[in-house]
């Protein structure tokens, strides 16, 4: 009877492993994500780099969303909100990752303070970017912040104009 058992439980083993896929990265196709080429030589080197929520704003696959602290808002066409993400990379790579790859995605860099607390200020035609890079205890913490311009805000007539001297900073 011990035998039988064994056999039985044999065969569920080997019949279980044989439905493995020990390739699984051979049967996937590329993520509209990823910013590796189709390449045959490409295929075996793993992206360095994707996109998340914003389709116009690389992040480093080092980095990975903090869900908690994340709120993006998106329609057909358009996404605006505050992505939040952790990782252990080092601030002046970071730094140098979105100097070089914003430009890449045609934004333009308005202005940049470079501290333990790190901000970056881009720009678009309709849009707007701060990027706020800081070091935790074991951990660097990135801040996305994206949001419409007033011009590029649609039904913005209903906004009041903006007008210097007004609000908390006069």
Do not use: H
């Not at 049967?27 to 994500?33: A, D, H, I, V």
């Amino acid at each position: 009877m011990k035998i039988l058992g064994i056999i039985i439980t044999a065969v569920f083993i080997l019949n279980g492993c044989s439905t493995l896929d020990l390739n699984p990265k051979a049967n996937q196709t590329p993520s509209k994500y990823s910013t590796s080429s189709s390449s045959p030589a490409s295929k075996s080197k793993p992206a360095s780099a994707i996109y998340y929520d914003f389709g116009d704003i690389l992040l480093p696959v080092e980095l990975e969303v903090d869900n908690d602290a994340t709120f993006v808002f998106k329609t057909p066409g358009y996404s605006a909100g505050v992505l939040s993400l952790t990782g252990n990379v080092e601030l002046n790579s970071l730094i140098t990752f979105f100097n070089s790859n914003m430009a890449k995605d045609n934004w333009k860099q308005s202005a940049q303070f470079k501290s333990p607390r790190s901000m970056m200020l881009y720009q678009k035609e309709n849009r707007w970017c701060v990027i706020n890079i800081s070091r935790e205890r074991f951990t660097t913490r990135v801040e996305i912040w994206v949001a419409p311009t007033v011009e590029g805000l649609s039904g913005s007539s209903s906004l009041p104009p903006l007008q210097s001297g007004t609000g908390l900073l006069k």
